[in-house]
């Protein structure tokens, strides 16, 4: 059997079967944050940091490719889950969707 090195915990290994069958699974949705020409950077951040509970950097990292590409999923889950955070950055300006799949 191949050993792990140290910094990687069996806790934190998802196979891939795994994750195939959560992204096939009804429930498995994601929010799409769309760029647009009124947030600010700042502002985009501190939403998802605030809402979505990421930190700075993710947060900014984020912004960016939405900046850059357009749109970005900042967040997977079940749709229960997902819901109320979409609406949240929705109420607060941001070009937010929640999509199946």
């Not at 806790?11 to 498995?28: F, R």
């Not at 490719?65 to 900042?74: D, R």
Request: glycine share 4%; with cysteine.
């Amino acid at each position: 059997m191949p050993t792990r090195p140290a910094w990687e915990s069996e806790d934190e290994i998802l196979l891939e079967e795994d994750l195939a069958h959560a992204l096939d699974s009804e429930m498995a949705c994601r929010i799409v944050v769309y760029n647009d020409d009124v947030n600010t950077f700042e502002w985009v951040i501190e939403c998802f940091m605030e809402i979505l509970g990421h930190t700075s950097v993710q947060s900014e990292q984020l912004a960016l490719i939405i900046h850059t590409k357009g749109k970005a999923t900042v967040k997977t889950g079940p749709r229960a889950e997902l819901e109320a955070p979409t609406q949240a950055l929705s109420d607060r300006g941001l070009s937010a969707v929640l999509e199946e799949g």
